[in-house]
């Protein structure tokens, strides 16, 4: 079983469009990371969050940690071709745990 | 300030020989942790070391998989007499301390042929 669970698995949209993916889980998480990542390379940390309830923005990236710490949300709004990629959501059990990956969401913002 | 830095980027062995993986960590990172990533799967958590110590080997198989972080050099990790089972993507990434952010190498390809 994943423990963390992320949805959709594939999206396609038009450039302009706005989306949300989803990363659950029934555990929760001290703290949550999202990477992007593009065919043969490593993840790219995005953003951190450690507190239920928080948001934070990054240009046109939107992210939210559940309140009860066990899932999160990740919005784009206004897709353009070069946030094209992997979405991976990372979770904390516990400081000083490694971090446990969800299987991703692949997005493809077509012009 | 470099990153993450794992040599080499691609490794061709065949099956019954040794690959060596390697890992340098950003500097002033002192924890470093390997992954597994195949085709449609997500990063697999193998290994979290600490300088000169194994904290969580978990996930990484008992047998023909060891890690290493010595003192000074890069981290190790290293595959005995691979399999075609272990060609993936394998990950390193380093943080500062256990509570920071980790960020990853660019990965090494191993391909078993």
């Known amino acids: 079983t994943q423990l963390l669970e992320q949805s959709p698995q594939f999206l396609s949209i038009q450039e302009g469009e706005n989306l949300t993916v989803y990363c659950n889980s029934s555990s929760v998480f001290s703290s949550l990371q999202w990477y992007r990542q593009e065919p043969g390379e490593g993840p790219v940390l995005l953003v951190t969050v450690v507190t239920g309830g928080e948001v934070k923005k990054l240009k046109r990236l939107t992210f939210q940690f559940g309140d009860a710490r066990k899932d999160s949300s990740l919005h784009i709004t206004a897709a353009q071709p070069g946030d094209t990629g992997l979405y991976l959501c990372a979770g904390m059990r516990r400081a000083g745990t490694a971090l446990i990956f969800g299987k991703g969401t692949t997005l493809s913002v077509s012009s | 300030n470099a990153g993450v830095m794992q040599n080499p980027r691609h490794l061709v062995r065949r099956r019954g020989q040794e690959a060596r993986l390697r890992c340098s960590p950003m500097?002033?990172?002192?924890?470093v942790y390997w992954y597994r990533q195949l085709p449609e799967e997500g990063l697999k958590f193998m290994v979290y070391l600490q300088k000169e110590n194994i904290i969580d080997e978990s996930g990484m198989p008992k047998e023909r998989f060891s890690a290493e972080f010595p003192k000074e050099g890069p981290s190790i990790l290293r595959i005995q007499q691979v399999v075609r089972g272990d060609s993936a993507a394998y990950f390193c990434a380093s943080s500062q301390d256990m509570n920071t952010e980790a960020f990853f190498g660019q990965g090494t390809r191993l391909t078993v042929v």
């Open positions: 500097k002033g990172h002192s924890h």
